[in-house]
């Protein structure tokens, strides 16, 4: 493993000075040799397919894992990352101060990235191509299921980079599957600069528990919508139904549904009849209960133990009928995940007083939870999405993976 | 400790929705009962002194933890940092989707601050009052040898808070001397939010690889100057006397100073000289060596061991000929600790190269490395200066102390 840092910290230095050009050629190549290589990419990961198969893998597991009709759009998403800017090398926040010293920011690569992940094969091509493109280094380390396509992919990667000049250290793959690697990469803070984890509740906690270096945490999101009263009830049960079943695997996407008791009456069972109609069951508190039909309620169950704060990633959806904004801030305070958060109101008061009392990365006023997304923010493409609040908050785009130096310039300036 | 961190996070509810003027007020409130109280602070600091001598402190160290006479300077600190603007709450970065969402980022406060540090109890009040600002709140582990100093300061600083109308659980203070108490703090994650150590090499060892909480490392400069050929050889040398001898106890002062070989015969015996008028003594290369004259190298002696990594603190400095800029380059790359260096050349191409080359914090052209420093760099104020590249680098200020949260705005959208 030190071994591997040593050789991704040399590689850091060369991809901090490669210019925008030449590591846009490396991410030209590999879109081209992903795509001349089609065949062995999907026979690789056909053969982890099958395994998966043979070791009982869910199917929402094996199509996590699948890249079958996905090379092509897995290309594209390459070729786009090339056309973003370049955000190294950009100065700003330039002064000059009273003496006469010109003091710059200049932006910087963060150096080398650990990114541990779960499953998907797409993130190795994802990382590596944002990697390339701000002159990061990165260490992967892929879930053992899908070892044969990975170590495919890495190895056009190393092609990718070697085509345009560029070290093929610049990103490495971790093949062993020994587990005890990972507290180990988790330890390499003379080479690595900034762990992101990419998977479950327990993969970041235990990066953050056993890291010496940085981690991003994020990604999980027990997400709130809040339904004031005045609210637009018709509208809201549409961005409700959005948010619940757009993509209700994804961390955006919707776990509990808060309700202002004056518009619960009628909102409960009409947000209801439209959530069944995509197969969602329910979580009711005492309130909702009694306020759902008594057809309504066999879609669902009385809500028990840690259902509140349940990241459901299915089509499941908490229904609490609140006081007032208070106690739905605080119910939201207490569970959840900080990741994106929304009310649905007419009141500009309301909007104000529920972005400024909720604190999470996201906060939402009449819209879906489901925009927290890099390129949904304009963003471009995404890394993570971070839910604490240092370096980045949100989704991290290509900027959130660089730092600054600051430059100083005098005329042998000397500190009075 | 746990009951410390929820009595911490309850006090950041409020203190994030604190409003300037109130911010300000505990400010000034502060600043007045130092004021007042300076007998009662004085007569606890000597208390703390009188121990430290009886436990044969240095006298350097005895100098650390002295207020004597320093109130007064200390009260004009907290008034300048209540003239500062306030970042919380400042938008930017906003824009309008194509969609017609609008979407903002909005300064937060952190939350919960745990700073951990040594000796000096103006940390302290500097701390709190930049904390206090950001709408922060913080809790302190100062060093057991100004316990009774700490404890009136941070008595007082909940006195300011409580006039204000702010909880005075916004800035606590752990005053039990117990050392496990460290490690406890920094695994109170689910209340703590960044945890900034301020104080020698191993503090900051101990707290990257035992927080489950981000740590801000920093503050250890093994800082250079390198003098290319071409350079200025008279004005060079004061900026080498500048950097060595203004302060040499804090951590921008140079510690390692190379030479170009085609200016070495002359800038070596120059620089001795000049050096050797504030005291300073030696450690020589090679080539150095044999470039001073006898009585100079009476002076030093010659480098060995870990000399070139070491951050001196005093008034001591390595000085070693270099083949050319790319010798420089390499020579800091293997013993910066990535805080300051710089470069003294006329040379364009050489000032670019080196500021490309050299992944420091602050990289100089033409200037002492002793301007690393937030209020030197128009920030105001410093909460410590941080040399990793996660958050913030360099010195931090009030903005460094603070998050953003993404404000999304719509008409009731829905994602497609």
Redesign the interface.
Not at 388 to 391: E, N
Not at 403 to 415: A, F, I, P, Q
């Given at each position: 493993m030190k071994e591997i840092g040593q050789k991704a910290k040399k590689a850091a230095?060369i991809l901090?000075?490669a210019n925008t050009a030449q590591k846009n050629e490396a991410l030209h190549a590999l879109a081209s040799l992903i795509d001349a290589e089609q065949e062995l990419i999907e026979s690789e990961n056909q053969k982890d397919i099958d395994e998966g198969e043979k070791n009982g893998l869910s199917e929402a597991m094996i199509d996590r894992l699948s890249l079958q009709g996905r090379l092509s759009g897995l290309c594209s998403d390459i070729e786009r990352v090339a056309e973003l800017g370049d955000p190294i090398g950009e100065k700003y926040d330039q002064?000059k101060?009273e003496n006469g010293?010109k003091?710059t920011k200049?932006r910087?690569p963060?150096?080398v990235l650990g990114v541990i992940y779960e499953s998907r094969p797409n993130v190795t091509v994802d990382v590596a191509s944002l990697a390339i493109k701000t002159g990061n280094c990165a260490i992967l380390r892929g879930g053992s299921e899908t070892i044969r396509t990975n170590k495919v992919l890495v190895k056009l990667i190393g092609e990718a980079l070697s085509r345009s000049g560029l070290p093929p250290e610049a990103v490495q793959f971790i093949d062993n599957p020994d587990r005890s690697l990972v507290k180990e990469l988790l330890h390499l803070?003379e080479y690595v600069?900034?762990i992101i984890p990419r998977g479950g509740a327990k993969l970041h906690q235990f990066c953050?528990?056993n890291s010496?270096i940085?981690?991003i945490t994020g990604g999980i999101g027990v997400c709130h919508l809040y339904v004031d009263k005045g609210a637009?009830l018709e509208?809201?049960v549409?961005?409700v139904?959005?948010?619940k079943t757009?993509r209700p695997t994804v961390c955006n996407s919707l776990d509990t549904l808060l309700i202002h008791k004056a518009v619960a009456a009628e909102f409960v069972p009409m947000a209801i009849r439209r959530l069944k109609e995509a197969g969602v069951s329910f979580r009711f508190d005492e309130k909702s209960w009694n306020l759902a039909g008594e057809k309504e309620r066999k879609a669902g169950q009385k809500a028990g133990g840690d259902d509140w704060s349940t990241e459901w990633l299915d089509l499941i959806l908490g229904v609490k009928v609140v006081e007032d904004l208070g106690e739905a801030v605080e119910h939201i305070?207490a569970h959840s995940t900080g990741h994106s958060d929304?009310i649905?109101t007419p009141d500009k008061d309301s909007?104000d007083r529920f972005?400024?009392?909720v604190?999470?990365?996201?906060?939402?006023?009449?819209?879906?939870t489901?925009?927290?997304d890099g390129s949904?923010?304009?963003m471009g493409a995404e890394v993570a999405i971070s839910t604490?609040?240092?370096?980045a908050?949100?989704p991290m785009g290509l900027k959130e993976l660089t730092?600054?130096?600051?430059?100083?310039?005098?005329?042998?300036?000397?500190?009075k």
């Open positions: 230095k901090s000075r002064k101060l010293l003091i200049q910087v963060i150096g803070h600069d900034l953050r528990e010496s940085p981690v637009d509208r809201s549409e961005v139904f959005n948010a757009q305070t929304g649905l909007a972005v400024s009392d604190d999470s990365a996201a906060v939402y006023v009449n819209a879906s489901r925009f927290t949904q923010f304009g604490q609040k240092l370096h908050r949100g730092s600054y130096k600051w430059v100083v310039e005098g005329n042998y300036h000397v500190r």
